[in-house]
């Protein structure tokens, strides 16, 4: 069993910084990428960033040059730094792990969610 553990969010001025942090546990052999979603009220759940396990990154356009993704392959950890947070970044951030391969099933590696943080920036 894979579980995702969230911690971090909470409330923060407009132009101020948050940093989310998630750790995966379980009989895991591997990761192919983590990364963070998040999802305003009314709205679908979108990519915030995401980090191969070689270090590759990706983000959404509204957050690039704001936040950084990073990630400890040896403890199965992610972490979002977010600065200069708008009111938009107003959300639920979902930590999620694709293609994690455990040595209980490895022939089906499968993707898994933390139960969400939330975020709230203030104006």
């Known amino acids: 069993q894979v579980q995702l553990v969230e911690s971090g969010g909470g409330l923060v001025q407009a132009g101020g910084s948050l940093r989310l942090s998630c750790a995966a546990s379980g009989s895991i052999l591997s990761i192919v990428v983590m990364g963070w979603y998040r999802q305003a009220p009314g709205k679908q759940r979108d990519l915030v960033a995401a980090i191969g396990s070689t270090g590759t990154t990706n983000y959404a356009d509204s957050v690039k040059g704001r936040f950084t993704i990073s990630r400890d392959n040896a403890k199965n950890t992610v972490t979002l730094q977010m600065n200069s947070l708008k009111s938009e970044d107003t959300a639920v951030y979902y930590c999620?792990?694709?293609?994690?391969?455990?040595?209980?099933?490895?022939?089906?590696?499968?993707?898994?969610w933390g139960q969400g943080t939330q975020v709230t920036v203030s104006s």
């Open positions: 999620a792990a694709l293609g994690v391969v455990t040595n209980t099933n490895p022939a089906n590696p499968g993707t898994y």
